[in-house]
């Protein structure tokens, strides 16, 4: 077997990168038709090659590489106020999220979720009431609260070597993520682009909470049907 056919053979198990499943490349198997051994300069009107002919590994994982006319702006540049991606180039539009938090780094906006009275600090009780608004049990959101404050509260405490006593996070502070899978809890196991990257930003935190206060409120509102249908009213 060649070094063409054994591509062609690992490529077989390759993930789909545009979507996230588990399925065979479409992209880099037609790239390795297309371009054969001279893969090794692909892309061709780059200066520089993504992949390796000798070195199949180079094709399982096929970097991102901007359209020329992709809506995502210098993708390679941080963007201080925006988590943007390819499909959300403007960062998270949903609720005016981009536009309400302009004024804060994309960390910092990750931890607007956690500081409801905008005072900038993180109580541990902020944290508690933050997660136990996405369901989680009492156990769960403790164990949260106890490694999120006991990791995240010393680096952010403003001057000074004393650790806080209260074990408070400093949102101006915090410029430096197993409970993300915990949030988002993929059915088919798999975390989604979009949803990491709304971590990022924080526009995700509240959505959740929102699903989980609906959940909770239809649970209700059947659990009271039932009980009217077995009264008789």
Known sequence: MGVFEFVQALLLAVPDRTNGDMNANP???????LHGQDISHYPPDKPYSVSVSTCPLTLTRLPYIPAPNSPLLDPGTPHAT??????????????NWAARHAHQTVLQQHCAYW???????VWPLDTWCGVRAWGWNIFLSAL????IHAGLSYPSVPGGWLPDPFMRIWVR????????????????????????????DGSIF?????????KCAKQDRRRKAVMSKKSGY
Do not use: N
């Open 27 to 33: 992209k880099a198997k037609q790239l390795v038709r």
């Open 82 to 95: 925006t988590a943007p991606s390819t499909y959300s180039p403007h960062g998270t539009l949903l609720a």
């Open 115 to 121: 500081d409801p009275d905008s005072d900038g600090i």
């Open 144 to 147: 949260a609260t106890c490694i």
């Open 173 to 200: 502070q915090v410029h430096k993520w197993s409970a993300v899978y915990l949030l988002l809890w993929p059915e088919d196991g798999v975390m989604r682009k979009e949803d990491v990257r709304r971590v990022f």
């Open 206 to 214: 509240q959505q959740k909470a929102d699903e989980y206060a609906e």
